[in-house]
């Protein structure tokens, strides 16, 4: 049974540019959340995306965007990439948007230019 | 300005022996607590929750506790094993709703053998 899947695992990218990032939720899971951890912090909550709509939403500029299709997996956008985006980017599986438990992947490493 | 505080960056125990990981948070309106254990080059692993109605969760050498009128959580590994040796994050949410958790910037154990 595959886990959390996320693509690309790595990704560089200029100043300005525009990324979007990849993620499979685990077999069953119906719920997507993307978090950004910088180096040295904690994951921060970006959003959570439910029956493809973004259910919530934490403290990022509309920048940063997201989508889930049918089949659950997600993607998250960025336009105009600021070098503080730098960061790893994880998204997190649940079966229902209110589960404590989600199952995470490795992430995507990102760094802006 | 972070709402959850672990203010040790990295704990040392010898195997066998007791690991207390601390968490402190600013906000009284967090009603839900967890922890997550990351290993190298993965996502974060759900260990253990919390709610506010509780003082004391168990799950096999796994015990959180929690005092709110302190605003202070800690996770007790008894006994400590060299697989314990992770990266572990404290996480609160306001409520019951959604998946909006406010993560801690981490703590890293080491179990020695």
């Known amino acids: 049974d595959a886990g959390v899947t996320q693509s690309p695992t790595h990704l560089i990218k200029t100043r300005g540019q525009q990324v979007t990032l990849r993620c499979s939720p685990k077999s069953g899971h119906d719920t997507v959340s993307w978090y950004q951890q910088a180096l040295g912090q904690g994951p921060q909550f970006i959003f959570q995306?439910?029956?493809?709509?973004?259910?919530q939403r934490g403290n990022f500029p509309d920048r940063f965007s997201g989508h889930q299709f049918p089949n659950y997996s997600s993607e998250l956008n960025v336009n105009a990439l600021l070098l503080g985006d730098s960061a790893l980017y994880l998204c997190?599986?649940?079966?229902?948007?209110?589960?404590?438990?989600?199952?995470f992947g490795p992430g995507t490493r990102l760094t802006v230019l | 300005d972070q709402q959850v505080k672990q203010n040790s960056p990295s704990l040392s125990v010898q195997e066998g022996r007791i690991s207390i990981l601390n968490c402190d948070y600013t906000?009284?309106?967090?009603?839900?607590f967890l922890w997550y254990k990351k290993y190298p080059a993965e996502g974060p692993t759900f260990l253990i929750s919390?709610?506010?109605?509780?003082d004391k969760n168990e799950d096999g050498r796994f015990t959180v506790f929690l005092n709110k009128s302190a605003k202070h959580l800690s996770l007790h590994i008894v006994p400590s094993q060299p697989g314990d040796s992770a990266v572990y994050f404290c996480a609160a949410k306001l409520d019951n709703y959604g998946q909006n958790f406010v993560f801690g910037p981490g703590t890293r154990l080491s179990v020695l053998p």
């Open positions: 997190a599986s649940s079966f229902g948007a209110d589960r404590d438990e989600q199952f």
């Open positions: 995306y439910y029956e493809e709509e973004e259910r």
């Open positions: 906000n009284s309106m967090f009603d839900y």
């Open positions: 919390i709610s506010s109605i509780k």
